[in-house]
């Protein structure tokens, strides 16, 4: 696998505060990488100093083998798509996605073939004469995506570009960026703060926290094996436990069962003792709470997703055992 894009010791300082600190990142080619990571951990300013609307502080950004640190934005023949997508309002959808063709002087014939097989890629060629106030927003952002993909780009950027967009929209356009995606083999560098879609679209995940990156991986591995507290805190594990022998332990709270008769879990697994201080009703499952103490003598507030329906005589006060498989204990770093 090549490297279409590479970060070395990339740093970005605003006076004193340090918005990207270091940071070593390569981009798989043909493939879709997220940036993950709560508000302000760095991710547009990443973004942007690829693109090149920064230059970084210290460091080099490479693309496609080629030091592009100081390359200005034109030249670097990249796509981009903001959460504000920002379409020409007095342009229809065909000149919209032509305007980058156009900029390059792409002759009108081939510009209109381009515009067309663009625009069916994302499922809007019966548009292409509609000026962008009458679309929906789901079929403006397509043009967007339409707009940056026109001029191939080497690398396609996108930053929060479905956050504008109501939730089952949303949802519907993880699938197609994943489609149009796979069809086209574009490399596409995705912003997000929202773990689930990460999940769903990314093949590379590039966790992000105050300037750094914490893990790197593909989905499956850093769902499965978060590095630190961290990662698995951002990707909803609940429940931390210390081992008497001191090692630090991660629990979903799909994986923590709660037993008032017999003992939850394995003898080799995770096993404590409880009070239950919460239990609440949420439909498909019931979120009880426990408070335990850990094998190093900590107390701990345990979280355990229940979907069994027979639990009802779980209460609050009760005394119970909480507990997991072997399996399903995640050991963590720090
Ligand atoms: N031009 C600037 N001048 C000063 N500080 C800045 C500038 N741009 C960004 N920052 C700061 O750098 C940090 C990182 O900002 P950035 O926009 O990269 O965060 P983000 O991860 O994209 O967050 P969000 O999810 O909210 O978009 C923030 O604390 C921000 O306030
Ligand atoms: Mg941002």
Do not use: W
């Not at 950004?61 to 920002?86: C, H, N, W």
Request: hydrophobic share 45%; proline share 4%.
């Amino acid at each position: 696998m090549s490297i279409a894009a590479e970060f070395s010791g990339v740093s970005q300082v605003f006076g004193d505060f340090t918005a990207v600190d270091s940071i070593d990142l390569a981009i798989t080619e043909g493939k879709l990488t997220t940036l993950l990571g709560p508000s302000g951990c760095g991710k547009t300013t990443s973004l942007r100093m690829l693109a090149g609307y920064s230059a970084p502080s210290s460091g080099t950004i490479t693309i496609a083998g080629v030091d592009s640190t100081r390359t200005p934005p034109e030249k670097r023949g990249l796509g981009m798509v903001f959460q504000s997508y920002a379409l020409f309002p007095h342009m229809s959808v065909a000149e919209n996605v032509g305007y980058g063709l156009k900029l390059r002087r792409v002759p009108a014939a081939e510009r209109q073939k381009t515009v067309m097989e663009t625009l069916d890629l994302v499922g809007l060629a019966h548009l292409a004469g509609s000026k962008p106030k009458k679309l929906s927003g789901g079929q403006q952002q397509r043009v967007a995506l339409a707009r940056a993909i026109a001029i191939k780009p080497k690398l396609l950027l996108l930053d929060e570009p479905l956050s504008n967009l109501d939730a089952r929209l949303r949802v519907q356009m993880r699938a197609e960026i994943r489609r149009i995606q796979s069809e086209t083999g574009l490399t596409v560098v995705l912003v997000t703060h929202d773990q689930d879609e990460a999940l769903e679209m990314s093949d590379d995940m590039v966790l992000m926290r105050a300037g750094r990156i914490m893990q790197q991986g593909s989905p499956q591995d850093v769902f499965r094996g978060p590095a630190n507290r961290f990662v698995a805190d951002f990707l909803g594990y609940e429940n931390f436990v210390t081992t008497a022998d001191g090692r630090a332990i991660a629990i979903r709270p799909e994986h923590l069962e709660v037993s008032a008769a017999t003992p939850a879990g394995s003898a080799d697994g995770l096993r404590l003792a409880g009070t239950i201080t919460d239990v609440a009703f949420r439909g498909v499952d019931l979120l009880v709470t426990v408070d335990a103490v850990d094998d190093s003598g900590a107390s701990v507030r345990l979280l355990s997703d229940v979907r069994s329906t027979g639990v009802d005589t779980l209460a609050v006060g009760d005394t119970v055992t909480v507990g997991a498989a072997p399996g399903r204990l995640v050991a963590l770093a720090d």
